[in-house]
Nanobody, 126 residues
Framework: QVQLAESGGGLVQPGDSLRLSCAAS???????MGWFRQAPGTEREGVSC????????NYLDSVKGRFTISRDNATNTVYLQMNSLKPEDTGIYHC????????????????????WGQGTQVTVSS
């Protein structure tokens, strides 16, 4: 059983930065990890993902150049550095572990992930 716990969210102003963390109890080293967000009244969308080795990363077009995903398999932690935040980045951010293991490429489709954290709220507002 894997448990994921996100932290680092908060209320910030446009242009500010936040660093989200996802701490896993249980193994994640052989799995891709993803960050997803959901705003009120919208479907959950993939923000970023990282393959098991960190060799492949993908980003939602609207966050490219502003967000950076990384992972530390030694501590079972995944990070999402978010810079130049915009109001449209507001939502609950969840991390998730992929269904499949040892995949060279990661995907940002929720159906590809089976373990999910409870989420951390990010609000960007002036």
């Amino acid at each position: 059983q894997v448990q994921l716990a996100e932290s680092g969210g908060g209320l910030v102003q446009p242009g500010d930065s936040l660093r989200l963390s996802c701490a896993a109890s249980g193994g994640i080293s052989g799995y891709s990890m993803g960050w997803f967000r959901q705003a009120p009244g919208t479907e959950r969308e993939g923000v970023s993902c990282i393959s098991s080795t960190g060799g492949n990363t993908n980003y939602l077009d609207s966050v490219k150049g502003r967000f950076t995903i990384s992972r530390d398999n030694a501590t079972n932690t995944v990070y999402l550095q978010m810079n130049s935040l915009k109001p449209e980045d507001t939502g609950i951010y969840h991390c998730a572990r992929s269904l499949a293991s040892f995949q060279a490429m990661c995907l940002m489709l929720p159906i590809e992930y089976d373990y999910w954290g409870q989420g951390t709220q990010v609000t960007v507002s002036s």
